[in-house]
């Protein structure tokens, strides 16, 4: 079993920033990837940043030089530094860790980007 447990998330203006954190525990010796999901209300749960332990990351388009991915592998530990944020990011952000033939999530954390 692995937990995740999200945190950072909170009220921002448009054009501001947020950094969420990711923190995973249990049985953590086969974690694989690590990633950062998002759900607007009425919409689709997306990927919005990914990264394997190699390393590799993915981002989906919308978020494409506005947001990066980290990871802390002593840790166990990803990040997600979001920059230059919009009012169409506001979303529940959820984190996603990934070992061989499942998926585990957190709670979520709601970001909101509003004037």
């Known amino acids: 079993q692995v937990h995740v447990v999200e945190s950072g998330g909170g009220l921002v203006q448009p054009g501001g920033s947020l950094k969420l954190s990711c923190a995973a525990s249990?049985?953590?010796?086969?974690?694989?990837?690590m990633g950062w999901y998002r759900q607007a209300p009425g919409k689709q749960r997306e990927l919005v940043a990914r990264?394997?332990?190699?390393?590799?990351?993915n981002y989906a388009d919308s978020v494409k030089g506005r947001f990066t991915i980290s990871r802390d592998g002593a840790v166990n530990t990803v990040y997600l530094q979001m920059n230059s944020l919009k009012p169409e990011d506001t979303a529940v952000y959820y984190c996603?860790?990934?070992?061989?033939?499942?998926?585990?999530w957190g709670q979520g954390t709601q970001v909101t980007v509003s004037s």
């Open positions: 990264m394997t332990t190699a390393g590799v990351t």
């Open positions: 249990g049985s953590i010796l086969r974690l694989r990837n």
């Open positions: 996603n860790a990934d070992v061989p033939g499942r998926d585990y």
